[in-house]
């Protein structure tokens, strides 16, 4: 399973990015897509999942109400769009699937992630 994630960068607090998730090949639509995240000095987290089955999205509760997971099947890509960042969410953000169409996932098949810094 291939999974190359884009889309980060430097953005000012209160500002937005689009994460993108590449997969590779039909199967990548049926399966759980998670966004993990890792700061500098600190454990890896998840950040938000979207099932492989239905499309319903989870969300962990420090990114509740700013950021936004999404698929576009034909692209096989997943998408997280952030908002409102703040500083706290610089890290570098990956995505990931253990090929079950059920959230959460761990952290299994991946490719290399993307940096978001958020600073003023």
């Known amino acids: 399973v291939q999974l190359q994630a884009s889309g980060g960068g430097l953005v000012r607090p209160g500002g937005s990015l689009r994460l993108s998730c590449a997969g590779a090949?039909?199967?990548?639509?049926?399966?759980?897509i998670g966004w993990f995240r890792q700061a500098p000095g600190k454990e890896r987290e998840g950040v938000a999942c979207?099932?492989?089955?239905?499309?319903?999205?989870f969300y962990e509760d420090p990114v509740k109400g700013r950021f936004t997971i999404s698929r576009d099947k034909s692209k096989y890509t997943v998408y997280l769009q952030m908002s409102d960042l703040k500083p706290e969410d610089t890290g570098v953000y990956y995505c990931?699937?253990?090929?079950?169409?059920?959230?959460?996932?761990?952290?299994?098949?991946r490719g290399q992630g993307t940096q978001v810094t958020v600073s003023s």
């Open positions: 090949g039909y199967t990548s639509n049926y399966r759980a």
């Open positions: 979207i099932s492989g089955d239905n499309g319903q999205a």
């Open positions: 990931a699937t253990d090929s079950t169409r059920a959230c959460p996932v761990s952290f299994t098949f």
